[in-house]
């Protein structure tokens, strides 16, 4: 309902704007009509186009009560700044203009004499027209460009600025022309002199607009170096204020994981371009880890000491490796720019850290990861328990991800983008281990549509952390999540069973009993996997009625803009993009919530580093299964969802949308603990491109 209100919303703004141009033309051009049936016919014109603009009024009225019935917050910016500005001057046109022009439409044919004009060019019958154009404009550059977040105060004067400023100059204006309309000398004044002059003024518009949008466009280039604890944009969410980072404080590089003892797993993973060949013979030119793409799947037990160790032997990409969900120490994070510098060309970076949780993980690089992740340089990271997986199971690792060709995406299963068929017993405990690992631009970057047909299934774990009380689902359509993960199990039944990713119907896994060559039907109509009611028993530490130590809140809105010189539909978090968006700072052990709104055109799978967070309460329900710990959460426009978390791992977190587009243009912000700091720098003045 938010999505229909809001994009009509917009729609609506540009239909009053052409609707309110026509109006301001035909009322400047009132008086200058030749005859008394000229000056009628344009005068029920002009009331016909009045009445359109009023019923196109109501129409955007509910648009706005369908935001609203969702929650205030979707639309308190149009209730409290665009309307307003709006139907004051529209209040105006009924009060001053109306009445006027009501006379002049039910004029009879006598001469159209001075007084007539000079009622016809009074500024203030013409003014309120002109002036409500202007507001109309105003609308448009609220509903694309300019998306006001709270408080709104200064919102309201920099968009009452223009229309106040153009109620002087129209009336000045207007007051020159009710001059000349009556000047004995009117009906001799050329033509060809105030088309010139016409000319020149409109020159004289482009060029200042064109001026004022190149300055915009240069101005929004990021600087070459920005730190990211050096922001003025901070957010205590309503708990004391604290210092951020400054002298004295912890650098990133103190919190790293065990610098001593015998690694139980070690690995190392070297960058490097390479060749990727799909099922279907398409070749990919990759970036890989160790010449694959998916890179190596790291399989270690709970408890065990990891070292990975990473080369670069790519010329002309840095690199890193962020373990996506393992709440790792800080430094380990892998992030450019923030935990460390990204590796160079030759160069090389250790990571060690202790693997705490259990379960399906991924890796990738955090350096350019728009198009560097893209092109493969990722992979699976899975956690065993510590006494061995559940006997006998066997667990199939699915990275749905989407290759890019010149003329295609490709959407596949790791490499497998035609369908692949592996043999099961009956009675065999199976586990599919789904990881998203990339925005799904084939189906409007909405979550990856998966199905899995054949059998009932139980979702074992979201986000690598075991749901409580898993019921059976039958033909369950899954949205996952960019970068989420969900553990799908099932006993193999005696007949096939098929995983789908609805975004390529003729690729997916279909696990078979030995000799069984049948494929299931694919059933994309089931219902829709909800995560909040799903499952049961098991503890919260905190609740939706928990009081918390701070309270953050996330608007997210999209507006048409400039972000590092070039024009976008921008992401804007609480109103700006990286690298003004909020810094939230905490304290370790303070019990934080944070309300993601999205008032946006588009998904967020919005993803904090560091921390899994239990989700509380999507638009006011509380959630009631087992308790949903995430670490990538896809939020949908017209979604608010209150989530939870204990600050419990100190650092400098990334915490941003997981649609690496949007990361890229802007949607990044940090959580950041007291006294934290890092020596790191981002931007084209170091090695350092974390988005
Ligand atoms: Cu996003």
Sequence with gaps: MFEVGENADGILAGVLFLIWLSAAILATRLAWRPTPEALRKSARRLLRLLVAALVVLVVKCVAIGLMLAVDWIFADNRVIVQMPLLLLPMLAVVIWTVPGLRALANRDDAPVDVETRSAAADPRFVVPVQV???????????????????????????????????????????????????????????????????????????????????????????????SMTSHDNVDYGGGPSIGHGGHGGTSVDELRG????????????????????????????????????????????????VEVTLHNEIPDENV????????????????????QNAVEPGGSFTYRFIAEQVGTFWYHTHQNPLEAIRRGLFGALIVEPRDGPPPGERDFVVQAHEWRTPDDNIVSFGTSDTLQRQEVAPGTPVRLRLINTDNNPSTDSRPRALTVNGTPVRVAAIDGVD???????????????????????????????????????????????????????????????????????????????????RSFTQLLDDRLSFYNGGLHLVPIINGHSFP???????????????????????????HLH??????????????????????????????????????????????????????????????????????????RGTPNQPE
């Design 580 to 606: 003004d968006t909020p810094t939230l700072m905490v304290r370790m052990d303070d019990v934080v919530k944070v309300r993601i709104v999205n008032r946006s055109h588009q998904n967020h799978p919005m």
């Design 467 to 549: 749901v409580n009380g898993p019921t059976p689902l039958t033909d369950p359509r899954f949205g996952l999540a960019t970068g989420g993960r969900y553990d799908v199990t099932f006993t193999m039944p005696a007949g096939p069973v098929r995983l789908t990713d609805l975004a390529n119907r003729d690729g997916g896994l279909v696990l078979a009993p030995p000799g069984d060559t049948s494929t299931p039907k694919i059933v994309d109509d089931g219902d829709h996997f909800d995560p909040l009611s799903y499952g049961s028993g098991g503890s919260r530490p905190f609740d939706a009625g928990s009081s918390y130590d």
């Design 132 to 226: 409500t154009a202007v507001a109309t404009v105003i609308g448009v550059y609220f509903a694309y460009v300019s998306r006001p977040v709270p408080s709104y105060l200064d919102d309201i004067a920099t968009h009452a600025a223009p229309i106040l400023l153009s109620v002087l100059v129209l009336w000045f204006w207007q007051g020159r022309r009710l001059r000349v309309v009556t000047a004995t000398d009117f009906a001799r004044r050329g033509r060809r002199a105030s088309a010139l002059r016409a000319t020149a003024q409109a020159a004289v518009v482009v060029l200042v607009v064109a001026a004022g949008i190149t300055y915009v466009a240069q101005s929004s280039r990021l600087p070459d170096r920005m």
């Design 610 to 683: 560091g921390h899994h967070a239990l989700v509380l309460s999507r638009n006011g329900v509380r959630a009631t299964g087992s308790p949903w710990w995430i670490d990538s959460l896809d939020v949908i426009p017209g979604e608010i969802y209150e989530i939870g978390f204990k600050a419990d791992n100190p650092g400098l977190w990334m915490d941003h949308c997981h649609n690496l587009d949007h990361a890229a243009n802007g949607m990044v912000m940090h959580l950041a603990y007291e006294g934290v700091t890092s020596p790191y720098e981002l931007g």
């Design 320 to 339: 890193t490796i962020h373990w996506h969900g393992l709440d790792v120490p800080n430094g380990e994070d892998g992030v450019a720019g923030a935990t």
């Design 258 to 305: 065990p610098r001593t003892g015998k690694p139980n797993k070690a690995f190392t993973l070297t960058a490097k371009n390479a060749t990727v060949r799909l099922s279907s013979g398409t070749e990919i030119k990759a970036l890989t880890y160790n010449g694959q793409s998916p890179g190596p799947e790291l399989r270690v037990r709970e408890g065990d000491l």
